[in-house]
């Protein structure tokens, strides 16, 4: 994260920090995860972070919209 601001620095490592919490996994157990699903032959298993993500992101949504699920 050289190439950028000190309050990008912060604000990245803010949202990287809720999305684990959200996941309720550690980076390093994110990294891990999807370094397995990128080994998978099959393309159908490999969902788990894309789960993740789509998930945080509708619930950030709900948030935004004044509910939550």
């Known amino acids: 994260m050289k190439t950028v601001s000190n309050k990008s620095q912060k ?12 996941c309720r996994k550690t980076p390093k157990q994110l990294i891990f995860e999807r370094d397995k699903e990128i080994r998978n032959p099959d393309p159908n298993s490999r969902t788990g972070i894309r789960d993740f993500i789509l998930d945080f992101r509708n619930a950030l949504a709900s948030l935004v919209n004044g509910y939550r699920y």
């Open 11 to 22: 604000q990245y490592l803010h949202a990287l920090r809720y999305f684990c919490e959200f």
